[in-house]
C-alpha cells in the first residue's frame, strides 16, 4: 500500500491515531488478556513445588525430552537377543516388538493408529485405550483421519512431556503430509509408524501400493525416513528415531517377512550412521558393491552369494536412513561407497521411483527399482514382473564390468 492507499484506509477504519502509537484503552485491555490465567499458572508452580523429590524430576525429565537412564540398556540388550535368536520377521511385527521394550521404559510414549491398529502393529499389549472417560491410557484410536492424527501428535510434542507416534500406510503419508511438514519445520520429535511400505504388500495393488513416497518424503528437510531391513535394523532405527529430539522420522515397515540380515554384535548403531557394510568382498576388494534398504537388503544378499560364487567379490551396502548417511564425515562415506577404488561398480536397488539414488551409484553405476505404479497380485509375482530380483542386480552387475 501506498501513502494514498494508507490515508484512505485510515479514514475508513476512523483511526487517527499516528504511526507505533498504541491507544491507552488498547494497551490496558492487552495487559488485563495476559493476567487471564494467572491463577491457573500460580496453582500449577504451587503444585509442581509440592511433589515429591523424585516426581518433580521425573516430570522435569520428559518436558525436557530427556530419555530415562534404564533406555540404552534395555535396547542393547533386547538387540543382544535378537542377534542370538535370528527369526524372520515382517518389520512391521519388528516394531511391535521393539515397542514392547521401549514402551515398558518410556512411560511418556503415547500410540495410536489410523483405523489401522491390526495392521501396522503399533499397539503394545500393556496400552490402556484412551477415550472420552478415561485419559489414564497411552494409545488412541484415531479413526480414519490421518490428518488429524498427525496433527494431534504435533500438538501432543509442542506441549511436552510426550513422545508420540502413530501409524497408518506408508501411502497414506499423502494425507498426512502438510503435518509431517510442520513436525520437520517445527522440530517436534514426532514419529510416524509407516507400514505396507511397496509392492511387497501384494493384492491390494496400486491404489495402496507406495512408489514414490521414499523419494518425496527424502525430499523433506529435516526428516529421517528409516527404512530398516530386518529385525534387528528396526530396533535399532527406533532407536536413532528416539534420540533424534529436534527431527521427526518415519518408519517405513513392510507387510511381508524378512529374513535376519544382521547375525553379529557391532557394538554400535549401525543404522543410526544412516548406511553401512553389510557384508564385505571376499578379498577384501570388491569389484561390485551393492546398495538396498529394507525388503531389498535381504535380495542383495542372495545377488552377493551369487556374484561371489562367479568369481565376483561384492559388497553389500545396507542404508536405512539416507539422511543420516548423508550427514556422516566425508571419509565414511568414502570408505562405504569405495570411493578409493577406481573400478568398482555400483547397483541400488529398491522398490521404489529410483530418484536420489544417483548420487550413490555414479554415472557408471545402476539402480534397480520401480518406474512406474503397481499392481495387484502376490508380492513375490511382482517382483519378479517389475524386475527386482537377486537376478537382475546380478545381470546389471555383470553388464557393467
Known amino acids: 500500500m501506498g501513502d494514498e492507499e494508507i490515508a484512505l484506509a485510515r479514514a475508513e477504519l476512523g483511526w487517527d491515531y499516528p504511526p507505533f502509537v498504541i491507544p491507552e484503552d488498547i494497551r490496558a485491555a492487552w495487559l488485563k488478556a495476559g493476567q487471564r490465567s494467572k491463577a491457573q499458572a500460580d496453582d500449577w508452580y504451587a503444585r509442581f513445588d509440592s511433589l515429591p523429590t523424585d516426581s518433580r524430576a521425573e516430570l522435569e525429565r520428559r518436558l525436557c525430552g530427556a530419555l530415562p537412564a534404564r533406555f540404552a540398556k534395555a535396547m542393547d540388550d533386547y538387540i543382544a537377543d ?31 493408529s489410523a483405523d489401522l491398529t491390526g495392521s501396522n502393529n503399533t499397539k503394545t499389549k500393556d496400552m490402556g485405550i484412551v477415550s472420552a472417560d478415561d485419559f489414564s491410557g497411552g494409545y488412541i484410536h484415531y479413526g480414519v483421519r490421518e490428518h488429524g492424527m498427525a496433527s494431534a501428535m504435533n500438538g501432543m510434542a509442542l506441549h511436552g512431556g510426550f513422545i508420540p507416534y502413530g501409524g497408518t500406510f506408508l501411502v497414506f503419508t499423502d494425507y498426512c503430509r502438510p503435518a509431517i511438514r510442520l513436525s520437520a519445520l517445527m522440530k517436534q520429535r514426532v514419529i510416524y ?5 511397496s509392492i511387497g504388500l501384494g493384492e491390494d495393488g496400486p491404489t495402496h501400493q507406495p512408489v514414490e513416497h521414499l523419494a518425496s518424503l527424502r525430499a523433506m528437510p529435516n526428516l529421517y525416513v528409516f527404512r530398516p531391513a530386518d529385525v534387528v535394523e528396526t530396533a535399532e532405527c527406533w532407536k536413532a528415531a528416539l534420540e533424534a529430539g529436534e527431527t521427526p522420522s518415519i518408519l517405513s515397515l513392510t507387510r511381508q517377512g524378512l529374513p535376519q540380515v544382521r547375525l553379529e554384535d557391532a557394538g554400535e548403531n549401525l543404522s543410526a550412521k544412516g548406511g553401512y557394510i553389510l557384508a564385505e568382498a571376499s578379498d577384501g576388494t570388491p569389484k561390485a558393491i551393492l546398495l538396498a534398504t529394507g525388503s ?6 542372495d545377488a552377493r552369494s551369487d556374484l561371489e560364487a562367479q568369481g565376483i567379490p561384492t559388497r553389500v551396502v545396507s542404508m536405512p536412513c539416507l539422511e543420516l548417511f ?5 571419509a565414511y562415506k568414502a570408505d562405504v561407497l569405495g570411493d578409493h577404488l577406481p573400478d568398482v561398480k555400483r547397483v541400488a536397488v529398491e522398490a521404489g521411483i529410483t530418484y536420489g539414488w544417483e548420487r550413490y551409484v555414479g554415472r557408471e553405476g545402476q539402480i534397480i527399482g520401480m518406474t512406474g505404479f503397481g499392481a495387484s497380485a502376490p508380492a513375490g509375482d511382482l517382483f519378479k514382473y517389475f524386475g527386482i530380483t537377486a537376478d537382475a542386480v546380478v545381470e546389471a552387475v555383470k553388464t557393467r564390468l
Open 82 to 112: 535378537l542377534l542370538a535368536n535370528p527369526q524372520k520377521v515382517a518389520t512391521r511385527k519388528a516394531s511391535e516388538m521393539a515397542l514392547e521394550v521401549i514402551n515398558a521404559v518410556i512411560p511418556e510414549m503415547v500410540g495410536g
Open 193 to 197: 509408524v509407516m507400514t505396507h511400505d
Open 296 to 301: 531389498e537388503v535381504s535380495l542383495a544378499m
Open 326 to 330: 548423508d550427514a556422516q564425515e566425508a
